[in-house]
């Protein structure tokens, strides 16, 4: 029983097999984003490297398979793939491997069988540990450079905090757990490194997850008390150009649908009574979707968030994010725009929150001269209302203006 020719006839079958047990395993979250291709990725080239192994004819193709193994790696580090998901993946292929090859090894000898089983057993523990060890290095150089952005960004915030004390101590309560969580994560990565002491990558892999997951909350906190100091300190400044509404709406609902579909949550858009083209700053008003869009995200668990927009009397436009989530309380409607303002006191800020989302918010939507409302229902929901002039006041960038 030639068992290379087998598996080399029936790699379609494999790579269509696994990629369906992939999708319908559910507990690899990171494959749901990706297409086909994304989750089949070099899996058919890996394939026919483990064939020559089994051939008795031809010389075994190692360095294929350790080339792809590392390229991999570094693919799903790239995808936001957890180490366990990696793990789950490798354990689903060498299932759909062995089921696939089944009927034909009961056709081979004892000792075909468990050559066959022993050579494909070693090259999948070959790939499996090329795989990790490329991806452990890209998660690193990922920690690194977030360690370098949270220097350039710390540099920029110590210089920022010295004019504008504001909020300073709540700040430094709000970045001590994470702060505490990388720094405490780092060292014991460190000290086991050192050591050179540490058989299992895995206690390792969940530390760097930890930090990197910690740094990511941390620099946004940052960069979000930043946005406000700027304001406050009079430094961020207009730049008005020609923008269509629409295709600012459309790209921001596209950039956040990733985050409402774990939730089965529906983003429905209304445009059609919105402005052809406003003179706005662009970037300021996408935060201010952005910020909106998401905040509805995180606070509702079911049903629809709303997203419509029309031209109002007197040269003025409007913008209206409505969702069905927990809703705002009365006494503290006329609060939430202040910054770490929570609907309720009683429950802690969500993993990704910073508490700072409306009130960047409130502050870009005077920039852009214009006022937001609220509307809002404990467990029915939240209407935020925007309405801005069809064309702000200033200089407009000619440079940028659309055609």
């Given at each position: 029983m030639d068992f290379s020719q087998v598996l080399l006839?029936?790699?379609?079958?494999?790579?269509?097999?696994?990629?369906?047990?992939?999708?319908?395993?559910?507990?690899?979250?990171?494959?749901?984003?990706?297409?086909?291709?994304?989750?089949?990725?070099?899996?058919?080239?890996?394939?026919?490297a483990i064939a020559t192994m089994l051939s008795e004819s031809e010389d075994s193709d190692i360095k294929t398979l350790v080339q792809k193994s590392l390229e991999h790696g570094v693919l799903r580090a790239k995808q936001g793939y957890e180490a366990e998901e990696i793990g789950r993946e490798y354990r689903l292929i060498r299932w759909v491997i062995f089921s696939t090859l089944e009927q034909d090894m009961l056709k081979g000898s004892v000792a075909e069988v468990l050559r066959a089983c022993r050579l494909i057993d070693t090259a999948l523990d070959e790939v499996i540990a090329q795989c990790f060890k490329s991806y452990v290095n890209e998660r690193l150089q990922e920690l690194e450079q977030l360690q370098s952005q949270l220097t350039l960004t710390n540099q920029e915030l110590t210089r920022l905090v010295r004019a504008n004390q504001d909020n300073l101590s709540h700040l430094a309560h709000?970045?001590?757990?994470?702060?505490?969580?990388?720094?405490?994560?780092?060292?014991?990565?460190?000290r086991q490194q050192q050591k050179n002491q540490v058989k299992d990558?895995?206690?390792?892999?969940?530390?760097?997850?930890?930090?990197?997951?910690?740094?990511?909350?941390?620099?946004?906190?940052?960069?979000?008390?930043?946005?406000?100091?700027?304001?406050?300190?009079?430094?961020?400044?207009?730049?008005?150009?020609?923008?269509?509404?629409?295709?600012?709406?459309?790209?921001?609902?596209?950039?956040?649908?990733?985050?409402?579909?774990?939730?089965?949550?529906?983003?429905?858009?209304?445009?059609?009574?919105?402005?052809?083209?406003?003179?706005?700053?662009?970037?300021?008003?996408?935060?201010?979707?952005?910020?909106?869009?998401?905040?509805?995200?995180?606070?509702?668990?079911?049903?629809?968030?709303?997203?419509?927009?029309?031209?109002l009397a007197d040269d003025q436009w409007a913008i209206t994010v409505c969702d069905t989530g927990i809703g705002i309380a009365p006494e503290f409607q006329a609060h939430i725009f202040e910054p770490y303002v929570r609907a309720d006191s009683k429950q802690p800020y969500l993993p990704d929150s910073t508490g700072l989302g409306l009130a960047i918010v409130c502050r870009l939507v005077k920039l852009l001269q214009g006022k937001i409302d609220l509307v809002s229902q404990v467990g029915v929901g939240s209407t935020f209302t925007v309405i801005l002039p069809l064309a702000v006041k200033g200089e407009l960038s000619e440079n940028n203006a659309c055609a």
């Open positions: 006839d029936k790699i379609d079958t494999i790579v269509k097999n696994w990629v369906e047990a992939v999708d319908q395993d559910g507990q690899i979250e990171a494959a749901n984003q990706l297409t086909y291709e994304g989750v089949r990725d070099s899996l058919p080239i890996v394939l026919r709000e970045l001590k757990n994470p702060l505490n969580s990388i720094i405490g994560y780092s060292e014991l990565f460190l990558n895995s206690a390792n892999l969940e530390h760097i997850e930890r930090v990197l997951r910690s740094g990511r909350q941390t620099l946004r906190l940052i960069n979000d008390v930043l946005e406000i100091s700027r304001y406050e300190a009079g430094k961020m400044k207009l730049q008005p150009t020609r923008t269509d509404v629409r295709e600012l709406i459309k790209n921001v609902v596209e950039m956040l649908e990733p985050l409402a579909r774990p939730k089965e949550l529906q983003i429905v858009v209304d445009g059609d009574r919105a402005p052809e083209e406003v003179i706005t700053d662009p970037l300021r008003l996408q935060q201010i979707v952005t910020n909106l869009v998401s905040n509805a995200i995180r606070y509702t668990q079911s049903g629809t968030i709303q997203v419509a927009c029309q031209t």
